[in-house]
């Protein structure tokens, strides 16, 4: 194992995978780049300003994009959370695996197998000290000895390989409403355990079902079981009352705990993994924001948003860091226009379709399912105000942090995983960096498969059906980015050619050649 100070000596040495093209940097810093990569959730194609939005103001992501560069065809590699998170740190297709191919609970077990690689395992063995400050949503404990928040939190983030973890277990519509920091619950009483289900009431605390006058807003009725703070959620608590989070306060929690991480780590690199709650319903953005948008809480939580990686980039100019770091800033799935919460944006997508211009959104196959804002800043290494068509995945972090830390990528790690860190320095190359991608939503089935141009969805794959012309979809992305002309009776070989590439991949368990 190479430990940081091996590392270190090699980079002094020269040895390093850092002599990559581009120019020297004005403010050349030393040593391997930190690398902050920010995974926001449920933000779509077209949230964004530098991503053709007017009704949302972002200047701190608009900056990220100019001062660096912008991709148009970087996809999240599924339509819903945990699979996208699962596959951005194993570098696995999440649907080789049962246990992350969908959106868990809050109580279900770890999904990243013990001793499987993952980015931060592999930074840490590069030398970097590794955190993650946000969302999880990749469980916690194991099937033989589930989680118990009262408890060691384990196995969880830190046994993935950060050697740092500030987070709340699931999703903010999900119990349990608090957040851990390595393996405890914050400002836990012992005397007031916290207990969880899914499956039945515990406790006696009201739910939004019963008690529907002491909702902050209204829900559907999978939203409408335990009331933390004025929002019910989906799932049962009791307990734990002191250290219940607040939503308001959220993302200042998240980004604060995210900038001391930088702070604390300044002095030799460091991998952060942010990923803010922010725009995942409930969207409840703190009262310095509200009515800061022209597109209700929805637009106000994009500013809270924006105000996160504006703290963060602030942090790094503070500390003089800006010149050597790798900053990312993604999102792990398309808008969602559902509003499972009564907040009135439903009723102001209109004014600015998160998605646009594609179609779909959260949860779809079609690719404002999946297809997001990807901005990659690094001074002196990435171009300024460029953008990218290259077709890349979340998943393709663990091959690119790997070679940009200088580490070895084993033969067995991040199976699918390209290193696309060419597409962000700009080099031309002949061919493109990864042939296909395979795309799905919550579960092992039904997948879509992508290639040049070309995507192919089977919504009735699962269902053990052949992708012929009857039931598969084909769209031209270059003459048609919109997916309005189905042409798979136009083409039905290329239908034939791509339902076989999926195959393929599908019976092999790996995808990197
Ligand atoms: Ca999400």
Known sequence: MITRRHFLKGMAAGTAAMAVSGPIPAQAAPGPPNIIFILADDIGYGDLGCCGATKVKTPNLDRIAREGVRFTDAHSTAAVCTPTRYSFLTGQYAWRNPDGDHILSGVAPLAIPKGMATVPSLLKEAGYATGVVGKWHLGLGTKEKPVDYNQDVQPGPLEAGFDYAFFFPATGDRVPCVFVENHRVMGLDPSDPIQVSYEQKVGNDPTGEEHPELLKIKADKSHSKTIVNGVSRIGYMSGGNSARWVDEDIADTFTRKAVSFIEQNKDHPFFLYFAPHDIH??????????????????????????????????????????????????????????????????????????????????????????????????????????????????????????????GALPSDAGPDSYNVLPALLGEKRAAPLRDHLVLQINGREPLAIRQGPWVLINKRRGK????????????????????????????????????ALLDRVCSTPRSRT
């Not at 009857?470 to 039905?492: F, S, W």
């Open 281 to 406: 319903e409930p969207m409840v953005p703190h009262p310095r924001f509200r009515g800061t948008s022209e597109c209700g809480w929805r637009g106000d939580v994009i500013h809270q948003l924006d105000w996160s990686v504006g703290e963060v980039l602030a942090a790094l100019d503070r500390l003089n860091l800006a010149g050597n770091t790798l900053i990312i800033f993604t999102s792990d799935n398309g808008g969602a226009i559902k509003d499972t919460y009564d907040d009135g944006t439903n009723a102001l997508h209109a004014l600015q379709p998160p998605n646009a211009p594609l179609r779909g959104e959260k949860g779809t196959l079609y690719e404002g399912g999946h297809r997001e804002p990807f901005l990659a800043r690094w001074p002196g290494k990435i171009s300024a105000g460029t953008t990218s068509d290259e077709l890349i995945g979340l998943i393709d972090m663990l091959a690119m942090f790997t070679a940009v830390a200088g």
């Open 464 to 499: 053990k059906q052949p992708a012929d012309v009857k039931n598969a979809e084909l769209y031209n992305l270059a003459e048609d980015l919109a997916e309005k002309d189905n042409v798979a009776k136009k083409y039905p070989e290329k239908v034939k050619e791509l339902t």
